[in-house]
């Protein structure tokens, strides 16, 4: 055996196992950088769930951002009034308001709407709604599919009975990931408001009341009767289809209970205080029609619209 | 073989290492960071970044590190790994503390790939080949040059580079073409890297080399 040989290898390696940690032991303390203790303690408070509302990649760079004051703290979406009273404790500002937003859905078809086809294929709306348009009649309605429901990072939706994606306002953030998966998003089908708002029309097609009526019983059919009910004059048709100002509504219900369509719901965390029963009629068996009778709900169906 | 000036060695050099013998789809090196990070164009752009200036880097110190403590010691022909391995993640932790320091957004834009790729085998597979071009079969001088070594790895990280990039673009078209349900993922990106490597024998003849 060549005992030298194995000195040398011996010697060699140590050699520059010593050099390099001679070397990386210096530079450490030479090019030491110091880290701004209060990044962690943000993101401690941060959700976590790198949703990317914020327009940061990930709830780090957002922590970064925030104690660097480039974007305010209350800049969290998700997060909502907690997160930036906290960021604002960490970095010794005063706390914030926030106006939360909360997603929405303005459909109430679902099983209800008519299909110019029996579609097989995989379960996502963004494939079916390469397929001609896809297979729903309506150019403006919910596929049902739930691709906003895989989307989700929140938990947040799921898809009831009738395939229409139920919004769990207690648990939805305001993200905003759910409008960007909706293939329908360009005709409003999800929107973010906020979650003061009372009452949600669930239907957002702009097409002629008589075609819509062909091919769905939930829509709205722009009868104006709730725009008349209203007293607080926040509720207008505009383009064949009633749009609700939030900043008149005072949540009185009235026009849910004139809809002949049963097409506006209760919805919104102040208006369901019981936070328990959320997406108004989405969730409810009761407002559920057969597509074969296309006679109209009566209003007062549903629990929660009284 | 036919003398060639040596910028045309090089430069033959340079398409061989980067596209002929392409480090992920001819020879599958690498293959790990290739289908582990190539679902997003960012992700991507940054691992290809960091690879390019480590490879180049870390290939050039074992070079001179090769020559100038091993072979003199005669001690190259065993130990080149390990002693190549402690050089490469010694001189990337240097690098990125350096970076961290004085260049921030270079730090920032690498991210976690620079840390990451210390151990990659392309890395370590390109600083081998520069000192020992065995199973480079090209019609080239068995010893690398210090210059032929940075010119051959600058090439082999490029190829990756330009690869991945590639396989990255497929990827995010496929994710949201109607793919069957049962390829949908990870078959279907197995299946686009097979054809894609397909594509890149046609380069095995190019320019006769």
């Not at chain 1, 390696?13 to 032991?25: F, R």
């Not at chain 1, 993101?43 to 004051?69: D, I, K, Y």
């Not at chain 1, 919910?142 to 691709?147: Q, R």
């Not at chain 1, 009831?160 to 993200?175: H, M, Q, S, Y």
Request: proline share 4%; hydrophobic share 45%; aromatic share 8%.
């Amino acid at each position: 055996m060549d005992w030298a040989l194995i000195v040398k290898a011996g010697l060699a390696l140590a050699g520059i196992g010593i050099l390099i940690a001679v070397l990386l032991s210096t530079a450490a303390r030479k090019f030491h950088v110091d880290v701004d203790e209060r990044v962690e303690q943000i993101l401690g408070v941060l959700p976590g769930a790198n949703c990317g509302a914020c327009g940061n990649p990930s709830c780090f760079g957002a922590a970064e951002a925030m104690a660097a004051e480039r974007i305010p703290v209350t800049s969290c979406v998700a997060g909502g009034q907690d997160v930036a009273s906290g960021v604002a404790h960490v970095l010794g500002q005063d706390t914030p308001s926030v106006e939360t937003v909360v997603s929405v859905r303005h459909c109430g078809g679902g099983t209800n709407a008519s299909r110019s086809f029996a579609y097989s294929g995989a379960t996502s709306c963004n494939v079916v709604a390469k397929l001609s348009g896809g297979d729903l009649k309506c150019p403006a309605g919910c596929f049902g599919y739930g691709d906003c429901v895989k989307a989700c990072p929140f938990d947040a939706m799921s898809l009831d009975e009738r395939n229409l994606p139920v919004i769990d306002l207690a648990k939805c953030t305001g993200c905003g990931i759910c409008i960007a998966e909706c293939p329908r998003s360009g005709s409003g089908l999800l929107e973010l408001v906020t979650d003061e708002g009372a009452v949600v029309v669930r239907c957002s097609s702009h097409d002629r009341p008589k075609e819509r009526k062909a091919y769905c019983s939930m829509c709205c059919i722009a009868c104006k009767k709730c725009e008349k009910a209203c007293p607080a004059d926040a509720i207008h048709v505009i383009d064949l289809n009633a749009v609700v100002d939030f900043a008149k509504c005072t949540a009185c219900g009235q026009c849910v209970a004139v809809c002949p369509q049963s097409c506006i719901d209760i919805t919104g965390r102040l208006a369901l205080a019981s936070a328990a029963s959320i997406d108004g009629c989405g969730s409810k068996v009761e407002g559920f029609v057969p597509l074969e009778t296309k006679e109209p709900v009566a209003a007062g169906v549903r629990d929660d619209a009284s | 073989m036919q003398q060639m000036s040596w910028l045309t060695q090089l430069g033959l050099l340079l398409i061989g290492a980067a596209l002929v013998q392409n480090i992920l789809l001819t020879r599958f090196i690498a293959l790990c960071s290739f289908f582990g990070i190539s679902n997003s164009m960012k992700t991507s752009v940054g691992m290809s970044l960091a690879v390019i200036f480590v490879m180049v880097m870390a290939s050039s110190a074992t070079w001179i590190f090769y020559y100038a403590v091993l072979k003199p010691l005669g001690v190259g022909e065993f130990l080149y790994i390990p002693a190549f391995i402690l050089v490469i993640a010694g001189l990337v932790q240097f690098v990125e503390m350096y970076l961290r320091k004085y260049v921030p957004t270079l730090y920032r834009a690498m991210g976690i790939y620079l840390p990451l790729i210390t151990t990659n085998c392309a890395v370590l597979a390109a600083a081998t080949e520069s000192v020992k071009p065995g199973f480079f079969k090209m019609n080239m001088p068995y010893n690398f040059s210090f210059v032929q070594a940075v010119v051959y790895t600058l090439g082999v990280a490029l190829g990756y580079g330009f690869a991945l990039l590639c396989f990255t673009a497929l990827r995010e078209r496929l994710d949201v073409a109607p793919t069957l349900r049962s390829l949908k993922g990870a078959p279907m990106s197995f299946i686009a890297a097979g054809l894609l490597s397909l594509g890149y024998i046609g380069l095995g003849s190019l320019f006769g080399l």
